[in-house]
């Protein structure tokens, strides 16, 4: 499930949204905590749904939070 | 080390299901090769087997998994998906080298040269089958939980 192919900023948008904590933005998207420190270390990439409610607790566009960088 | 409740509640599962493996198989074996199923000992095992895992299911939920586990997100469906699937591959390769098994015993029995596998034997070898898949699938939802 390791995936280094798909780099996000999750980490980054945390803190510069008052310093939210990755329970708060579990309980927000749905998930386990453990989901986003696996999300945040790119070790786990999102499904779609979860992709776009993230973007949607950060209000940004989904590109701006997810980067996709073959190797 | 970050560990979910759900992911104890698996590592529980995979100490209480190895031990008791161990102890089973090795306990009946000794009963002179896994021939005697309807016995006074093979009861005791199997007696001995029921209070090991329940004692240890006790101590290791009461110290390990007071946790409730959340609600199953994405990532807990997919590992248990993966888990799953690893399970029934094991499965299938151990059924499949039983029945060759007793297919090549049988042979051996046509030309004399040995004696066919009777029932409690073949039973075992189910048992070992059905053991060592559920040790897979858990070992594969460990290592997808660790891995991330």
């Known amino acids: 499930m390791a995936n280094h192919v798909i780099k996000n900023k999750i980490r980054q948008l945390r803190f510069e949204h008052e310093q939210m904590t990755q329970s708060a933005l579990a309980s927000s998207v749905g998930v386990t905590r453990q989901t986003i420190l696996s999300l945040e270390a790119c070790r786990y990439s999102p499904s779609l749904e979860l992709a776009f409610r993230i973007a949607q607790v950060f209000q940004v566009p989904l590109e701006e939070i997810f980067k996709y960088s073959p190797d | ?148």
């Open chain 2, 1 to 148: 080390m970050d560990i979910s409740a759900r992911e104890k509640s698996i590592w529980i599962e995979f100490i209480i299901t190895g031990a008791v493996s161990l102890y089973y198989f090795f306990a009946s074996y000794m009963l002179s090769g896994w021939a005697q199923i309807a016995s006074y000992e093979m009861g005791i095992v199997v007696r001995n087997v029921i209070i090991f895992s329940m004692i240890a299911s006790i101590i290791l939920y009461g110290l390990f998994g007071r946790e409730t586990p959340e609600d199953k997100d994405e990532r807990d469906l997919a590992i248990e998906s993966k888990g799953n699937a690893c399970g029934y591959f094991a499965l299938t390769i151990l059924c499949g080298l039983l029945v060759a098994f007793i297919m090549l015993s049988e042979g051996r029995v046509l030309l004399g040269k040995a004696s066919a596998i009777n029932g409690p034997v073949a039973m075992h070898l189910i048992l070992i089958a059905l053991m060592i898949s559920a040790l897979f699938k858990q070992a594969s939802q460990l290592f997808h939980y660790r891995r991330g």
